[in-house]
């Protein structure tokens, strides 16, 4: 399968009911200094998915509007209850908005 060429970073942050979350951060390739950001959530209800199912989509968002999508791996249901991912997709907001971080 050909993908679009981006630039990926796997991240985990401290924090959240879990203790940490972990993200992708996807960009258009060589891209260099801040870049718009997409906080891309594909439902809360995590029963299934993730970067790996959600991958040629996050690309083509991240290629088409030039921006850093970040992308948080919630844990799945029913393992973690409601409002474990919720929680967790806060999180990724707060990180995101706070410029000292470097999430993107």
């Known amino acids: 399968m050909n993908?679009?060429?981006v630039d990926i970073t796997d991240l985990e942050i401290e924090g959240g009911p879990t203790g940490?979350?972990?993200?992708?951060?996807?960009?258009?390739?060589?891209?260099?200094?801040?870049?718009?950001?997409?906080?891309?959530?594909?439902?809360?209800?995590?029963?299934?998915g993730g970067p790996q199912t959600h991958d040629r989509l996050v690309r083509e968002h991240a290629l088409g509007v030039n921006a850093a999508v970040v992308f948080p791996d919630c844990d799945l249901a029913p393992e973690a209850k409601y409002p474990t991912q919720t929680e967790q997709a806060c999180l990724r907001r707060?990180?995101?908005?706070?410029?000292?971080?470097?999430?993107a």
Do not use: W
């Open 94 to 103: 707060l990180d995101v908005r706070n410029p000292g971080r470097g999430i």
């Open 20 to 48: 940490k979350v972990r993200v992708r951060i996807v960009r258009p390739p060589n891209s260099e200094g801040p870049l718009p950001v997409v906080l891309y959530m594909h439902g809360l209800g995590r029963v299934f």
């Open 3 to 5: 993908l679009p060429k």
